[in-house]
């Protein structure tokens, strides 16, 4: 306040109260800060190490001396970097539509229609969540070697086609959806997929959104099956081909980070696009006011 | 257009018997309102009549033809329900046009047809807009349309109006009412609104714990209540029941009292309940039934109700609006022996 006459209000308040919340304001924004840097900092400093001469790497300050752009121009014209792009956003492109796909047919099934064994195939599908990646990749890459799948597209993607998760985010969303549509469809006279597809599947786009979202990002930055799977330099991902970028002698950072820098540019694509999905309330719409 | 018959439909979960064999013939172009209270079975004889519901034993027939195994896309039928169910994420116009998708209309008669319901519902105007921008009577009005445009055999609601306020709720009853004298399509109705019930239908079908209880004619139901179930069910408020004894015409009430009714023939005991109607029971009638004290009154205007305290239990009266007795007065209620009902007290059957 600039206004040296107490106002009215001023004399009547307690004192204290205006300066505890003052207090609680500034503590509070003093988190935001705090957890804004420490978010911010990675990025900033990959971007900062991506615009320095090698020689400058490991001094930590965040301004380079002699900003350059040279590291752009040298992994873009790379080819190798050209191809782990490509394949990344094969693989994540072709892994999240199956997902979106299969992920919601099953959760449709689980969560709509009455069948034996219902509960235990949900069970089953729930329970594959408890177990971590690095347990599967043994008897994942078994499998590729004997089916002649390593080093391929198809031993890349096949663990990730469907995810336990998104099966069970697809089932709890489409709870959401009442009954009353479905079994107006029916009488409409739609086959069950017809169902699926033009009235369940509009209904939950913010989850397909949401879904989209991270199984891009997953498949995006997955690196311990890509590296185990993949042999030649031409098939690896971004991650994989990233973590050895450089000459043999040493590991080239300003190159790394000028990668996972360029990298980064395809999941802002996916979120911009994805998230004007997510939008609450449409399916309440269609019911009673 | 088509007739309806059920005959002996029963449904079962798992063990539990819901219905117990229903049978019922509806005439074609008839508006028959199933009422009951919640619980009663009537969503699921309708659901099944749909075909969204398997029949656990019984046929259906529509329009003469089995329909049991038939989906309910072959049924000939269309439904609306309570929470109106047309898509969020489609315009009106689209959503209409749902229920002619898999028919096989050429595409310019399909755009007729469409017009032709929207002008028919007076929604001409509104076939652009997502039912987001739709107020609740006028989405169910698009969920009418929807199952309208089909025309199909037989309409089915499942109590269309319980989510509309009174008002609205009396509108469209009355544009329902006149919407079948246009269209003269089968209609079941589903409702536990008995006023809804007397008001639409041509006949009502009144259930019970998966039983029928009875059918007719609103007039019937309500002049003619098969046992006290219906006789209490329809009518507002409530008919009085006095416990009694029956010889010959005269009832002897447990209270005391002698009344005189037409000849009927007993069955069991002769126990009986005396029935009669608050409207048909009045102070300074010429043929007197009980004696009490007034203990409330409820003016409605022209007339007022009286709560009695009688030697039988607290019956209820109508009295004049003007001159009502006071609270605390005696009164002696009385009523015509045509208005009067006898239902056996063990059955709970109406004497005849
Ligand atoms: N899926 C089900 N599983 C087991 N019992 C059910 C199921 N659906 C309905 N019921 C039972 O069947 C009986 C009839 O239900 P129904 O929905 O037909 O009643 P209703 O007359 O429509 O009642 P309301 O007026 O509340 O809608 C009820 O006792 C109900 O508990
Ligand atoms: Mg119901």
């Known amino acids: 306040m600039t206004d040296i006459t107490p106002t009215a209000d001023a004399l009547l308040m307690p004192k204290s109260a205006p300066r505890t919340r003052n207090m609680g304001q500034i503590i509070r924004w003093l988190l935001l800060f705090i957890g804004g840097i420490i978010m911010v900092m990675p990025i900033a400093y990959m971007i900062s190490t991506s615009l320095k001469w090698p020689h400058e790497v490991y001094n930590v300050n965040l301004i380079p001396d002699e900003p350059t752009i040279e590291n752009y121009t040298y992994v873009l014209e790379d080819g190798r970097f050209y191809w782990w792009f490509v394949n990344s956003i094969i693989i994540a492109t072709i892994t999240t539509i199956c997902n979106l796909l299969f992920d919601s047919l099953v959760g449709y099934t689980l969560c709509k229609f009455r069948f034996p064994g219902r509960t235990i195939v949900f069970i089953a599908i729930l329970s594959t969540l408890m177990i971590p990646t690095e347990m599967l990749v043994i008897p994942w890459y078994l499998m590729s070697q004997s089916f002649g799948w390593l080093d391929s597209y198809w031993g890349i993607m096949f663990p990730g086609l469907m995810t336990a998760f998104g099966t069970f985010l697809m089932k709890q969303f489409f709870e959401s959806v009442p009954d009353d549509f479905i079994e107006a469809a029916r009488i409409d006279g739609l086959n069950e997929l017809q169902i699926w597809w033009t009235v369940a599947m509009p209904l939950v786009k913010p989850a397909l959104a949401a879904l989209a979202i991270f199984v891009f990002l997953g498949n995006w930055t997955a690196f311990l099956w890509p590296l185990i799977v993949t042999n030649s330099v031409d098939m690896y991902t971004i991650p994989v081909g990233l973590s050895g970028f450089g000459d043999e002698a040493d590991v080239a950072w300003e190159l790394i980070m000028t990668g996972a820098a360029i990298s980064t540019i395809p999941t802002l694509v996916v979120f911009l696009i994805f998230q004007r999905f997510i939008i609450r309330g449409v399916v309440m719409a269609g019911l009673k006011g | 257009m088509a007739n309806l018959a059920l005959r002996k439909l029963t449904k079962s979960y798992g063990t539990t018997e819901v219905l117990h064999g229903i049978s019922l013939d509806v005439a074609d172009g008839e508006f028959v309102v199933f009422v009951g209270p919640s619980g009663c079975g009537k969503s699921t004889t309708l659901r099944m009549i749909a075909g969204l519901e398997e029949t656990t034993s019984g046929i259906i027939e529509i329009g003469g033809r089995e329909v049991n195994n ?4 072959e049924r000939d039928i269309a439904m609306v329900f309570q929470n109106y169910a047309i898509y969020p994420h489609m315009s009106v116009k689209k959503n209409i046009a749902f229920g002619l998708r898999s028919s096989k209309m050429p595409k310019a008669d399909k755009e007729k047809r469409i017009q032709e319901v929207a002008g028919i519902l007076d929604m001409v105007d509104l076939l652009d807009r997502k039912p987001s921008q739709l107020s609740g009577g006028q989405r169910q009005r698009v969920a009418i349309g929807r199952a309208m445009v089909r025309d199909p055999a037989v309409f089915l609601f499942d109590e269309p109006l319980s989510n509309l306020d009174a008002q609205l709720r009396t509108q469209m009853r009355l544009e329902i009412k006149k919407l079948h004298q246009r269209v003269g399509n089968t209609i079941i109705f589903v409702t536990h609104d008995q006023v809804e019930a007397m008001t639409m239908a041509d006949r009502i079908v009144i259930m019970k714990d998966g039983y029928i209880q009875q059918v007719g004619t609103p007039a019937e139901v309500f002049h003619k209540p098969a046992n006290t179930f219906v006789a209490r069910f329809i009518g507002a408020p409530s008919m009085n029941l ?29 126990g009986i309940l005396l029935g009669v109607r608050p409207d048909d029971l009045h102070p300074n009638s010429a043929n007197p039934i009980i004696t009490g004290t007034v203990t409330l009154r409820e003016p409605l205007g022209s007339e007022t109700l009286i709560y009695v305290e009688t030697p039988s239990g607290e019956i209820i009266a109508k009295a004049d609006g003007r001159t009502p007795p006071a609270v605390g007065e005696t009164v002696t209620l009385g009523a015509d022996p045509e208005n009067l009902h006898v239902f056996d007290a063990s059955s709970g059957q109406a004497l005849s």
């Open chain 2, 70 to 73: 038939l989906e309910p896309k």
């Open chain 2, 242 to 270: 006095l416990a009694g004894r029956i010889e010959g015409t005269i009832v002897t009430l447990d209270a005391g009292q002698n009344v005189t009714v037409p000849t009927l023939a007993p069955t069991g005991d002769g």
